[in-house]
């Protein structure tokens, strides 16, 4: 039972540079959501969705893009790299709306933008 | 703006001690969850207390919701080295349940 999958773990790109960060969950759960952590902060919400071909911005979307395709995948892009985007993210999904539900975590992808 | 902010931001105890956690979020909410974070992984969910709920207990773990004075507490009791992590607490809003609002983490260090 492999959950919520992330993948790359870690990955360096110099500014400017775009990329895609993959999340893959097997659970057949609806929601997805994608999260930064910086230091001494706690997860900020960047994008989620509720279901297949929806999707919404949370409270930091600038700079990243998503899209809902499957139930299962919910990738995050990012358009053009910036330093401030140097961070851990992780995905998450639940079965139901995030306030109700159990949120999945994923292990995070380490991200270092120079 | 982050919804829940937790006190202590840290907290250092010995094995067999309890530990205590505190969380204030700003609006009203449906529910409560608390997270746990080891170093390096993922958050894992601990316990879900529903707004109607006063108190909640999962093992060593012992939860208060108080929605009047909008903040909640958690307990872990009897404490071991192996509880060494963050501890998060997260909410939504009664308002849109699509979005969880995490607080900022207390680190608990427990020392053998």
């Known amino acids: 039972n492999a959950g919520v999958t992330q993948t790359p773990k870690f990955q360096v790109l110099k500014t400017g540079q775009s990329m895609t960060l993959q999340c893959a969950q097997d659970?057949?759960?609806?929601?997805m959501s994608w999260y930064r952590q910086d230091p001494g902060m706690g997860l900020r919400l960047i994008h989620y969705s509720v279901g297949a071909g929806i999707t919404d911005q949370g409270e930091v979307p600038n700079g990243y893009n998503v899209s809902r395709s499957t139930t299962e995948d919910f990738p995050l892009r990012l358009l053009s790299a910036a330093p401030s985007q140097t961070s851990v993210y992780f995905c998450a999904s639940s079965v139901g709306a995030v306030g109700n539900q159990p949120q999945h975590f994923g292990d995070g992808t380490r991200l270092s933008i120079l | 703006s982050q919804q829940g902010e937790e006190d202590p931001q840290a907290l250092s105890i010995q094995e067999g001690e309890n530990a205590t956690m505190n969380c204030s979020y700003k609006t009203s909410i449906n529910n409560l969850q608390w997270y746990r974070q080891n170093s390096g992984r993922g958050l894992v969910h601990l316990i879900l207390?529903?707004?109607?709920?006063r108190e909640k207990h999962s093992g060593r773990l012992r939860v208060t919701l108080d929605t009047s004075k909008k903040s909640s507490s958690l307990l872990i009791t009897a404490s071991r080295a192996a509880d060494t992590a963050s501890y998060f607490c997260?909410?939504?809003?009664?308002?849109?349940?699509?979005?969880?609002?995490f607080g900022t983490g207390t680190r608990l260090q427990v020392f053998p």
């Open positions: 207390i529903r707004s109607n709920e």
């Open positions: 997260a909410t939504a809003s009664s308002y849109n349940t699509d979005k969880l609002i």
């Open positions: 659970m057949n759960h609806e929601y």
